[in-house]
């Protein structure tokens, strides 16, 4: 029975923390999408538990939580708005690999066949499939003919039912005969008051519909949280089928079509040496710009990296290594991954000629750090090739999580404002973009205000009054001061939030962000 409320209790838990994220969270993207996944970690290791002594891969699980606490604190920390969907993607994903190790079914963890497309269908079938398991559990539960200790915690189960039923129905009759008494004394008005506001909020209208909603989907919640206790699982058969029967490439087949790729590389690879390390280097060909040289290059040889890792894991997965033909496709699959990183250099080094040309932004610096972190996952297949029991996909896994926190804990806004304007200030860049940096985020500007001294010393009156302008910005969308003259009203702080901060934050404390905060208790010293 215990278990059995436990779970009941954990889904109304994820059902109240779905309504409260998704239909009350006025826009805002902060601390309430910090405690609505913390909410949904919470109910499930609620009815699951936490991983057991001795479970298999009991560290990864505890990583795997530990990452999805702190990818989730960063929306409360930082302002990284260029980084919410990336963030929100991940934590989900990660849950979904988290839930399925810790009910341990047997190759269905990270790394296993058909692990991915376990965690799809599950987001898609776990609402649906276990609707009946809640009633036809409970039934057993409060049926079944048990001994005399049993007997005795239904009995105070039973009590608990009642004593829960005798409170919804006393407290509205308690309320109104309270608010007739108020009515009657004036004195015991004042002293009840402040109980009388709360059970008013408690059933306002508003309050009422997020029960009413929390009720329409705690069986859905716990149709999930079921399916996950009963360990249940959708892609298993297949996964068994594609074990009995492996898919085998061709060895020669492999030869001839890796021979082809590492060909054309090889070609691209001594043109790039002379193009970007020889004589020639930063010399760009023709009437190409810097910015026509990077946008074109960088997004075609990304694409291209991609290619390369998947016909890697492909080769590793689908190929024998065995014998002459299984060396040679190791051979030329070591020389793939270093062609690769030939491409990847490029790629690179044609994003930092176009940051020195014309500044960082937030989309590039998040792209060179994608261009660092595929350098990463290129080193652990090469470390795979040489190593058959080498746990490529955790590896590769931690790997990505650890860049997103890292990327998310160096605050892209911040790094870009600071390396804008001291480029800027050392005449290293010709004009700097302070409306780009005053709707980037409130860490860019934070670091505006920080060196608004040193801007305005300059003498550049574009940079003086596009000061003026920041401040105005910051007055009307984060202090909250009333300015009809503001003529960028389309930039807000928040493309979702209507008003300034200071005033989201007097009605609610969903939209608290401690980089807003910051700002704001900056500005208001000013």
């Known amino acids: 029975m215990k278990k059995y409320i436990r779970i009941l209790i ?11 994220y998704i239909f009350y969270s006025d826009g805002h993207t902060a601390v309430n999408a910090t405690v609505y996944y913390t909410s949904l970690c919470l109910a499930f290791f609620l009815a699951v538990g936490l991983p057991p002594k001795g479970a298999r891969s009991r560290g990864f699980q505890y990583f795997l939580m530990g990452s999805v606490l702190a990818i989730s604190l960063m929306f409360v920390l930082f302002d990284n708005r260029g980084l919410r969907f990336t963030n929100g993607a991940v934590i989900l994903l990660l849950m979904g690999f988290l839930f399925l190790e810790r009910i341990d079914v047997k190759r269905c963890g990270v790394g296993q066949n058909g692990f991915l497309p376990e965690v799809i269908l599950g987001y898609i079938l776990r609402p649906f499939v276990c609707l009946a398991d809640p009633v036809k559990e409970g039934i057993e539960v409060f049926s079944k003919k048990t001994g005399e200790g049993e007997t005795a915690k239904k009995r105070i189960g039973i009590i608990l039912i009642q004593i829960g039923i005798a409170i919804l129905v006393g407290i509205p009759v308690v309320f109104i005969l309270a608010i007739i008494l108020m009515s009657s004394d004036p004195v015991f008005a004042d002293w009840f008051s402040g ?19 929390t009720f329409v989907l705690l069986p859905f919640s716990a149709s999930v949280l079921f399916s996950y206790v009963n360990r249940r699982v959708f892609f298993q058969n ?32 001594m043109i790039q040496s002379v193009y970007l390390f020889g004589a020639w280097a930063e010399n760009l060909p023709g009437n190409l710009t810097y910015a026509q040289y990077a946008r074109q290059g960088f997004f075609e040889l990304a694409f291209i990296s991609a290619i390369n890792a998947f016909m890697i ?17 190791r051979c030329l699959s070591v020389l793939l991954i270093l062609l690769s990183f030939v491409q990847l250099f490029s790629a690179f080094r044609r994003m930092t000629l176009y940051i020195r040309a014309y500044g960082l932004s937030e989309d590039r610096f998040l792209v ?72 980037l985020s409130s860490d860019s500007l934070i670091v505006l205000l920080e060196n608004e001294k040193e801007l305005r010393e300059t003498g550049d009156e574009t940079v003086t009054e596009s000061m003026d302008d920041v401040h105005e910005f910051i007055c009307v969308y984060y202090l909250g001061e009333e300015n009809s003259d503001y003529e960028h009203s389309d930039h807000r702080y928040d493309s979702h939030e209507v008003g300034s901060y200071r005033e989201a934050m007097e009605q609610s404390w969903k939209g608290f962000n401690l980089s807003k905060h910051r700002l704001m208790m900056i500005s208001g010293k000013d």
């Open 368 to 439: 060179s750090s994608f261009i660092i972190l595929l350098g990463v996952l290129f080193i652990l297949l090469g470390i795979r090739e040489f190593s058959e029991h080498f746990p490529l996909l955790k590896v590769s896994l931690v790997a990505g999580v650890l860049a997103l926190i890292l990327v998310n804990v160096c605050v892209p806004g911040r790094i870009v404002a600071n390396y804008n304007i001291n480029r800027y200030l050392q005449d290293e860049l010709k004009s700097l973009d302070t409306r780009y940096l005053q709707r």
């Open 195 to 213: 109980f009388y506001n709360f059970f008013k909020e408690l059933f306002s209208v508003r309050a009422i519909v997020r029960g009413i909603l």
């Open 10 to 20: 954990a889904a109304i838990i994820g059902s109240a923390a779905v309504v409260e």
């Open 238 to 269: 297949f996964s068994d089928a594609l074990e009995k029967k492996p898919l085998r490439i061709p060895g020669f087949s492999a030869v001839t079509l890796l021979v082809l790729i590492n060909a054309l590389y090889l070609v691209y690879a």
């Open 313 to 329: 894991l492909i080769a590793i997965r689908y190929t024998k290594r065995e014998g002459r033909v299984g060396h040679t496709i």
